[in-house]
């Protein structure tokens, strides 16, 4: 079964992690996938994995903080394919600190990438995506964070990821309604075992792995158009309220 073959689509933040395990599912699924971060050895390590099993994919490296970036990759996307039918906003950083300790600087960096480049690609896809049809998928990777501040050292993603969620709902909410098929929604793991949260690689077995969001991603992009899975969590064991 490849339910998204002759999809194109685009994942942020895919040299690594999530980023990277979404990107091969997609792949997996059928999609010709272009994977972007700032790490080009990164990014051709996935995209050598995507065809060694068969799949399509291709690396466009940048900073996705970059307006001037965005509009190039959106363009190139445009140019190649002539359409652009998945979005999977992935790229994101997670600073921690108490409030005494924590640089406002590092706020203004986290939001910039979590939440203003998150808009950025949101707001050139749709725009690529009513030029074909106006159907589309977009998936912001949030975070159980989205919903409820479970610890006090993170005051900067917390603030992020409730900052995604709200824009992610009030775009959806703008083009539910209108006549377009753009679903956006959101998938909000719990902590996840990659480098970004586990930098040791210590074995983590309560901890999710990436291919599990990667699967909550693959589910929500492959609902029909008119159906729109707008808010998926995912909880590790010791998180689970159930």
């Given at each position: 079964?490849?339910?998204?073959?002759g999809k194109?689509?685009?994942?942020?933040?895919a040299?690594?992690?999530?980023?990277?395990?979404?990107?091969?599912?997609?792949?997996?699924a059928g999609?010709?996938?272009?994977?972007?971060?700032?790490t080009?050895?990164?990014?051709a390590?996935?995209?050598?994995?995507i065809?060694?099993?068969?799949?399509?994919?291709?690396?466009?490296?940048?900073?996705?903080?970059?307006?001037?970036f965005?509009?190039?990759?959106?363009?190139?996307?445009?140019?190649?394919?002539?359409?652009l039918?998945?979005?999977v906003?992935?790229?994101?950083i997670?600073?921690f600190?108490?409030?005494e300790?924590l640089?406002?600087?590092?706020?203004r960096?986290?939001?910039?990438?979590?939440?203003?480049?998150?808009?950025?690609?949101m707001q050139?896809?749709?725009r690529?995506?009513?030029?074909?049809?106006?159907?589309g998928?977009?998936?912001?990777?949030?975070?159980?964070r989205?919903?409820w501040?479970?610890a006090?050292?993170?005051?900067?993603y917390?603030?992020?990821?409730?900052?995604?969620?709200?824009?992610?709902?009030?775009?959806?909410?703008?083009?539910?309604?209108?006549g377009?098929?753009?679903?956006?929604?959101?998938?909000?793991?719990?902590?996840?075992?990659?480098?970004?949260?586990?930098?040791?690689?210590t074995?983590k077995p309560?901890?999710?792995k990436?291919?599990t969001?990667?699967r909550?991603?693959?589910?929500?992009?492959?609902?029909?158009p008119d159906?729109?899975?707008?808010?998926?969590t995912l909880?590790?064991?010791s998180?689970?309220?159930?």
């Open positions: 079964m490849r339910p998204l073959e194109i689509a685009l994942v942020t933040g040299g690594r992690g999530i980023g990277a395990a979404v990107a091969s599912a997609l792949a997996e999609a010709t996938v272009v994977v972007t971060s700032r080009p050895m990164e990014l390590t996935v995209v050598d994995a065809r060694s099993g068969g799949g399509c994919a291709l690396a466009i490296e940048g900073d996705i903080t970059d307006e001037a965005q509009d190039r990759l959106f363009a190139e996307i445009d140019r190649i394919f002539s359409r039918d998945i979005l906003n992935n790229a994101g997670a600073p600190g108490p409030v300790e640089p406002a600087s590092d706020l960096r986290c939001l910039e990438l979590n939440v203003v480049a998150a808009y950025g690609c050139r896809a749709i690529l995506m009513r030029d074909n049809g106006a159907v998928k977009i998936i912001n990777i949030g975070s159980v989205s919903h501040t479970e006090g050292d993170a005051g900067a917390n603030a992020s990821k409730e900052g995604l969620r709200a824009m992610t709902q009030s775009v959806a909410r703008q083009l539910h309604g209108t377009v098929r753009i679903a956006v929604g959101m998938v909000n793991p719990g902590v996840v075992d990659t480098s970004l949260t586990n930098p040791s690689g074995p309560d901890w999710l990436p291919e969001v990667a909550a991603v693959l589910h929500a992009v492959t609902a029909p159906v729109n899975v707008f808010d998926t909880f590790n064991v998180q689970s309220p159930w």
